[in-house]
């Protein structure tokens, strides 16, 4: 399978929204948002998230990963700007509703030791299982590696078994867990032999 791995731009936003939409379960308090709502949350969080990428094959975005130092501030800055629609969205799903009040009450707060985050990574679900995630994760690597970053992390849920088993298979060690997410890091080399 030939993939063509180019920089995300803002033009990729109705498509990245799609594909999270196919690929992210339920769970995600995303699922629910409209749209144009997702295409905004993307757009903020790319502002932050200077080494994102879009998988092409033949020819059309079937992937895609986010990633940065500051992907938080996206996500405050858009929470802060939608504030409203995000509270109707939230009171018209008792089940999106309750987890919030469940993550005031009880803050499943970790400190990573890595402020590098991989916000967010998916594939189309009919291109998922052919090595497309491993791929751009090591083109992930490859970048990163050039820019001397040496470390980066994530969260998953602990609900999405199959990310856990990805991550893990790649080799992600597990750093520590919430009762909503898992955190893991992963360290780089200082090179990496081109292939
Ligand atoms: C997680 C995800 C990105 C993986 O991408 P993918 O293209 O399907 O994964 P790959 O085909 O590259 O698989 C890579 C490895 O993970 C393993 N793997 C993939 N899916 C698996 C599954 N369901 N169960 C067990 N192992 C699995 C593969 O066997 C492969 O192992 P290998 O490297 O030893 O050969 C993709 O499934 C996805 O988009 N999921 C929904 C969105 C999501 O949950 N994102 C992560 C949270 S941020």
């Known amino acids: 399978m030939s993939i063509e791995i180019r920089p995300a731009t803002p033009a990729d936003l109705p498509q990245i929204a799609k594909i ?14 409209p749209q144009d709502l997702l295409e905004k949350f993307y757009e903020e969080v790319l502002k932050d998230s200077p080494d994102s990428y879009v998988g092409l094959y033949d020819g059309q975005v079937t992937s895609f990963v986010i990633t940065g130092a500051h992907t938080a501030a996206g996500v405050k800055r858009f929470t802060k700007r939608n504030k409203a629609r995000l509270m109707g969205l939230m009171l018209r799903h ?16 970790f400190n990573s030791s890595t402020p590098y985050r991989l916000m967010s990574i998916g594939v189309s679900p009919s291109f998922q299982g052919k090595g497309i995630g491993r791929f751009l994760l090591l083109n992930l690597d490859r970048i990163l590696v050039e820019k001397g970053i040496t470390q980066f992390g994530l969260s998953v849920r602990r609900s999405n078994k199959r990310a856990l088993q990805f991550y893990e298979r790649q080799g992600f060690v597990n750093e520590g867990e919430t009762w909503l997410s898992v955190y893991y890091v992963r360290t780089l080399p200082n090179t990496i032999p081109s292939s």
């Open 20 to 33: 999270h939409y196919a690929a992210f379960g339920n769970d995600h308090f995303t699922s629910i948002f």
């Open 94 to 109: 008792p089940k999106h509703l309750a987890e919030k009040i469940k993550i005031k009450l009880f803050p499943p707060r």
